[in-house]
């Protein structure tokens, strides 16, 4: 919200950009936004300031669903209807598992050529 941060210095695009779940929502539509629709105005206006890819909207969209409070049955049901919109979830997963297994990795053990 302009109120309280500036667009220019919102951490949205880089907490996006190092892959933490961040979302989008709405604080008192009533008086801060000017449509019907003030979540659809909220990913409009961070589609278009931060310059964000239609991945990067999915990616968003799909964060919001999973951290929401509605129920697990509902929420699966919003997911499913996304339809192929897993591309940036599959690769942080990749990512992840990657670097998981890089850290968990055995050490290599001393020998002469590099003691």
């Given amino acids: 919200n302009a109120e309280y941060i500036a ?9 996006l950009k190092r892959g933490l779940k961040v979302s989008l929502c709405t604080v008192d539509p009533l008086h ?4 019907r629709q003030p979540v659809l105005e909220e990913y409009g206006t961070a589609s278009k300031v931060f310059k964000l890819s239609g ?7 799909r964060n919001s669903v999973e951290t929401c409070s509605y129920p697990a049955d509902i929420k699966r049901k919003w997911l499913e ?13 990749h990512t992840f598992s990657a670097e998981w297994a890089l850290l968990h ?10 003691v």
């Fill in 32 to 35: 801060y936004h000017h449509t």
């Fill in 81 to 93: 209807a996304s339809g192929d919109c897993t591309i940036r979830q599959d690769f942080r997963q």
């Fill in 55 to 61: 991945v990067d909207m999915c990616e968003v969209a």
């Fill in 105 to 114: 990795a055995s050490p290599p053990s001393p020998t002469p050529s590099n």
């Fill in 7 to 15: 667009y220019s210095n919102n951490p949205f695009p880089e907490f």
